[in-house]
């Protein structure tokens, strides 16, 4: 599955470099020339990683960089034409994970793309056909996506993090509805159920185990 990255740059010559670059390193490429539209764009198509240029027209990338760092856990990278301890130092504690300098050469920026896209890759939770992706909240069977609920995905992540092992109701309500839940609630069983339900309409098979009397767990293997 190729990589989708989002590049939100308001100069079109070098929005243009940048997305014929990628495309050529082999990623998919979209591009806005505004904060807005970027968030926009990043919030309807979850992407991959994300370019970001600070010098925007309708307000500064930093805040761009916190708005998407509050909704999602992408890599971004940012440019910039300041090369100045304090400014790095904020864009760090936007949410920004590294940053190129002005003028810069297209193999540079490339390398840190692909740094940045390795480091993502390895939180990749696989199990055969089956891909969670939780930066992007997103999960994948044969490459197409599964719709989960809010819930649902955080059940199976939970899940996933320690393949096989039995999570009982009451731990499944104390970590995902934060113990809000009675213990006569069949919130929990009902949620798996509709999970259950969608992991087997594509995949023609159960990843979810019941035990009975004790909870549940991410089946592995057929």
């Known amino acids: 599955m190729q990589a989708h ?18 495309q050529e390193g082999g990623w998919d490429v979209s591009t806005a020339s505004t904060g807005t539209s970027g968030l926009m764009q990043a919030r309807e198509t979850p ?9 925007l027209p309708d307000f500064d990338g930093v805040e ?12 971004i990278i940012v440019l910039t034409a300041i090369d100045a301890v304090d400014r790095k130092v ?43 992706h939780p930066e ?11 719709l989960l609920s809010r819930k649902e995905f955080e ?8 393949p096989g092992r039995v999570y ?3 731990e499944i309500s104390n970590e995902i509805w934060k113990g809000e839940l009675s213990t006569s609630s069949n919130v929990v069983d009902v949620h798996f159920g509709n999970l259950r339900s969608k992991l087997r309409d594509v995949a023609g098979r159960s990843y979810i185990r019941t035990v009975r009397g004790m909870g549940y767990a991410l089946r592995t293997s057929a």
């Open 90 to 132: 904020e864009l760090l504690e936007a949410g920004a994970n590294d940053y190129v300098t002005k003028p810069f050469h297209p193999e540079e920026l490339l390398a840190r793309v692909k740094v940045q896209l390795r480091q993502k890759k390895d939180d990749l939770l696989s199990f055969g056909d089956l891909q969670i």
């Open 168 to 170: 009982s109701r009451q």
């Open 136 to 146: 992007r909240r997103q999960v994948l069977y044969d490459g197409k996506e599964v």
């Open 5 to 22: 990255i989002l590049v939100i740059e308001d100069n079109p010559d070098i929005a243009q470099v940048l997305q014929y670059e990628l």
């Open 64 to 75: 761009v960089a916190r708005r998407l760092r509050k909704t999602m856990d992408v890599p």
């Open 47 to 55: 992407p991959h990683l994300v370019i970001l240029d600070l010098g």
């Open 155 to 162: 059940l199976l992540l939970l899940l996933s993090r320690q």
